[in-house]
Nanobody
């Protein structure tokens, strides 16, 4: 059974840091582009960052560039999102997304983890 399970969310003060994890099962992430998206209340889901299967290639939304770092551990079948200098605008449910690197399908979504940045 394919699963993506996010963890590491929570409440953090402005300027703080969090590290999100996305543990995959039922498939091997080394063959997948792994991405993070987020959705704030009343807003559409937006792209955050990606880690591509070919080499240490990453991509970021402009809004998080320089503050967020996406990484992967293929051996652990897990992808991470390190977030620093968090602001209230970063508050959202963060979702992990996997997409086959060659065909673009199948693709999978996790259930999300809540990140709240507030004093």
């Amino acid at each position: 059974q394919v699963q993506l399970v996010e963890s590491g969310g929570g409440l953090v003060q402005p300027g703080g840091s969090l590290r999100l994890s996305c543990a995959a099962s039922g498939f091997t992430i080394k063959d997948y582009a792994m991405s993070w998206y987020r959705q704030a209340p009343g807003k559409e889901r937006e792209y955050v960052a990606s880690s591509f299967s070919t080499g240490p290639i990453t991509k970021y939304a402009d809004s998080v560039k320089g503050r967020f770092t996406v990484s992967r551990d293929n051996g652990a079948n897990t992808v991470y999102l390190q977030m620093i200098s968090l602001s209230p605008e970063d508050s959202a449910v963060y979702y992990c997304y996997a997409q086959d690197a060659v065909r673009g399908w199948p693709d999978y979504w996790g259930q999300g983890t809540q990140v709240t940045v507030s004093s």
